[in-house]
Structure formats: C-alpha cells, structure tokens
C-alpha cells in the first residue's frame, strides 16, 4: 500500500529555516506532480508549492521567494526547503502526490498525514 510520510517540522523561530521531507512507501509504477499544502488554524486548507515529474515548480504568492520545493526522483520523495519563515506559516503542512501505484491500473491523489511547523515571533 502506497503512502506519503512527512517530516522535518517543528518549533522555529521567526526568520529561522526549516526542511520538510515527504517519502513515499509502496511499490509505485509512475509518480506524476507532487504538492505542499498548509492549513493554518482556523483556515481552509491552501497551495504552497507544487513540482511536476519533469521538475517544472509552481509557488503561492505567500511563499514565493523565501520556499523551494524540490524533489528526488531516484528517492520518489519529495522537499520543501522554507526560509525567513514568518509566525504566519505557522501551520500543518501536507504533502501530496498524483500517482499510480503497480497494484491499481489508474492514478490517484495521495495525501500524507501532515506535520506540524510553529514560527515563534
């Protein structure tokens, strides 16, 4: 059984950095884009970053300048390097993944169980 496990959160203060991680486990015939959301308290779930297979990038205005998605393709896992992080990211950020597994003949958006990021002012 696929899944997406995050990691790299945590307590930081503001303008401090941090990585997230997201791994994969499971046998995967194709890995298609993969995503960072973040839901703030109190707030809908939001874009932060995505990547295509091919490594094309897409940023929110929010962190445009300051996040860098990247990704492993031998890994099948995914980054999100945050830097000057600000009390307003703080949040539970998740990652996602478009892809097929060897054991379903069609793709799917998978959704790892998120990970905390606090930014102390």
């Known amino acids: 059984q696929v899944q997406l496990v995050e990691s790299g959160g945590g307590l930081v203060q503001a303008g401090g950095s941090l990585r997230l991680s997201c791994a994969t486990s499971?046998?995967?015939?194709?890995?298609?884009?993969m995503g960072w959301y973040r839901q703030c308290p109190g707030k809908q779930r939001e874009l932060v970053a995505t990547i295509t297979g091919g490594g094309i990038t897409n940023y929110a205005d929010s962190g445009k300048g300051r996040f860098t998605i990247s990704r492993d393709n031998a890994k099948n896992t995914m980054y999100l390097q945050m830097n000057s992080l600000k009390p307003e990211d703080t949040a539970v950020y998740y990652c996602?993944?478009?892809?097929?597994?060897?054991?379903?003949?069609?793709?799917?958006?998978?959704w790892g169980q998120g990970t905390q990021v606090t930014v102390s002012s």
């Open positions: 996602n993944a478009d892809l097929q597994p060897f054991s379903s003949p069609v793709r799917a958006i998978y």
């Open positions: 499971g046998s995967i015939f194709r890995l298609n884009a």
